[in-house]
């Protein structure tokens, strides 16, 4: 990220921040001779300390030059941005675990035998102010405000929350950042942090538009149902990406499907669903992966990430999850690839989703 798109991407977030001096040229990839990025995911940590924005920033330690992080959140909530560059906080990330971010899946427990990646490489990263002895308590302000930073980065990028880690997850170091209770959350009063709840409350932002506020009630907001299906099998070639087109209709009331079948849901929109898969003649053991992909009229816009359908003896069948927010004008299409040798027959496509339209 630029320095304009941060404070870009943070302002739209509702991200309260104040920029340290020269944090756009700030960072460890001169000294290190190694580019920041490409970056893949945002790694959170407590600061063990109090106070601890010249550490941060100017100071480091000992064994560590700074900065030591992109950004610092004190318990004010009031952010400050550090540095732009490469920054020294990640240590050895365990390689299984950095896959499972980049893949956005559900994170294994760290194997140092899976090797290690250098996580200063590829993530953003940030010190949140707390002394990490389970005792010291996150501020409501300082919570709200560590969710939207995750929440702003993941929308910047098109990411979901399984993009968002922390340092006990990755580190093969054990660490054990970050921990501690939280003093509250939008309607939520006092709880433990964890890595999931964290992960769910940025998943639960990133589901609404940049500008919500978790601590309003929609009652107001009743989603689409949409179902949808094939009038008949079809075929599938080796080798090539193709669209489903869903040619049934059982229910539509996001009004969505119709002048473009393979389209199931357009933007300004959030949803959330699945589409069920059955396949014959798919080899026991070959691949079909299947994605969701963003169209712009009928130009391929952005591809998500690939979930794969592996061949099973006497057909294949998967259920495949419908999670995303799709900007506006844009359409969602479920596509397939037949990476087996031979033709495929998808017998069945049933897709049903719970659509909440955004102005
Ligand atoms: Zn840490």
Redesign the pocket.
Known sequence: MTPAQWRAALRAEGVRFVEYRGWTTRGRDAATGKTFGPVHAILN?HTAGRDSLATVAMNGLPDLPPPLAHAYLPKSGVLTLVADGRAN?AGLAAKNVFDALVAERDLPRQSTASGTVDGNDAMYGIEVENLGDNVDTYTAEQYDTWVRFNAAICRHHGWSAASVAG?LETSVEG?V?PRGPVAGYGNRGRFTFTMDRFRADVAERLAHPASWDPTHQEDDDMPGYVNLGLAKPFTLEPGAWDSIEFTTEWNDTAGDHGTDGSVFVRGAARFTGSVSLAIDGLAVGHVVQARMSEYDGDKLAKDHPIDELIGTPGGTFRVVPLVKRLAKDRGMRVRLLNQSDAPITITSAVLTALVFKES
């Open positions: 940590h906080h340092h660490k950042d």
